[in-house]
T-cell receptor, first 115, second 113 residues
Framework: GENVEQHPSTLSVQEGDSAVIKCTYS??????FPWYKQELGKRPQLIID?????GEKKDQRIAVTLNKTAKHFSLHITETQPEDSAVYFC??????????????FGTGTRLKVLA | GAVVSQHPSRVICKSGTSVKIECRSL??????MFWYRQFPKQSLMLMAT?????????EQGVEKDKFLINHASLTLSTLTVTSAHPEDSSFYIC?????????FGPGTRLTVL
C-alpha cells in the first residue's frame, strides 16, 4: 500500500536559520501533498499544501517543493522563530475516480528552534 | 476552512466500559469524515472513513465491532469505543473531508484505567 517516509525525525536549528524536512511517497498516483503543524496536545493545522501539477509553492517564510519524478516533496522554513517549534507532518493523498480520497501521513518531524 | 468541534476533549473511563466521541461540523456540510488515532509521539493513523448515510470503511487492522462509527447527518459523526481497554488509550481526532483538504477537530484524549 501507499507509504510516506519522512526525515529527519528530529531537527534542531538556531533561531533565524532555515529548516528543511523531506518526505518520499510510494504511490505515483498521489496528487495532493499537505503539510501540517501540530503543537503538543493540539489539532494538526494545515500550513501549506501543493498539488501535483505544481513544482513549488511559497507562503511568506514557508515553501514546499515537489519532485514528481523522484516522488519527493520538501518543506522549507526560512528565518525560523521559536514559535515554529512543533511537530510537522507531511501527507500524500490521491483522489479515486469515485471522488473519495484519504491521507497517508509521514512519521513526523519534531522541530526545535533554539533562541 | 471548516470549523470542527469534538466532545469530550478528555475522558477517563474504566476498563470494559464504552465511550462515545462526537465530531461536529459547525459551518460545513461534510459527506465524508475521517477518524484518526494518534499514540504519544507517533503519527496520525487513519482508522476509518465515514460517509453520511452509509457504512464506514475501516482500515486494515481496525476492528469495526470495537470502534463503531455513525455518520447520521452531514454535521455529526460519532465514534464509540466499545469495551475499552488500557491499550485503547490514545488521542482520537476526527477530520472533515473537503474537496481535497481535511479540517481537523481538536481531538479527544481517552485514558482507560
Amino acid at each position: 500500500g501507499e507509504n510516506v517516509e519522512q526525515h529527519p525525525s528530529t531537527l534542531s536549528v538556531q533561531e533565524g536559520d532555515s529548516a528543511v524536512i523531506k518526505c518520499t511517497y510510494s504511490d505515483s498516483a498521489s496528487n495532493y501533498f499537505p503539510w501540517y503543524k501540530q503543537e503538543l496536545g493540539k489539532r494538526p493545522q494545515l500550513i501549506i499544501d501543493i498539488r501535483s501539477n505544481v513544482g513549488e509553492k511559497k507562503d511568506q517564510r514557508i515553501a514546499v517543493t515537489l519532485n514528481k519524478t523522484a516522488k519527493h516533496f520538501s518543506l522549507h522554513i526560512t528565518e525560523t522563530q521559536p514559535e515554529d517549534s512543533a511537530v510537522y507532518f507531511c501527507a500524500a493523498s490521491k483522489t479515486a475516480t469515485s471522488g473519495t480520497y484519504k491521507y497517508i501521513f509521514g512519521t513526523g518531524t519534531r522541530l526545535k528552534v533554539l533562541a | 476552512g471548516a470549523v470542527v468541534s469534538q466532545h469530550p476533549s478528555r475522558v477517563i473511563c474504566k476498563s470494559g466500559t464504552s465511550v462515545k466521541i462526537e465530531c461536529r461540523s459547525l459551518d460545513f456540510q461534510a459527506t465524508t469524515m475521517f477518524w484518526y488515532r494518534q499514540f504519544p509521539k507517533q503519527s496520525l493513523m487513519l482508522m476509518a472513513t465515514s460517509n453520511e448515510g452509509s457504512k464506514a470503511t475501516y482500515e486494515q487492522g481496525v476492528e469495526k465491532d470495537k470502534f463503531l462509527i455513525n455518520h447520521a447527518s452531514l454535521t455529526l459523526s460519532t465514534l464509540t469505543v466499545t469495551s475499552a481497554h488500557p491499550e485503547d488509550s490514545s488521542f482520537y481526532i476526527c477530520a472533515l473531508g473537503g474537496r481535497s483538504e481535511q479540517f481537523f477537530g481538536p481531538g479527544t484524549r481517552l485514558t482507560v484505567l
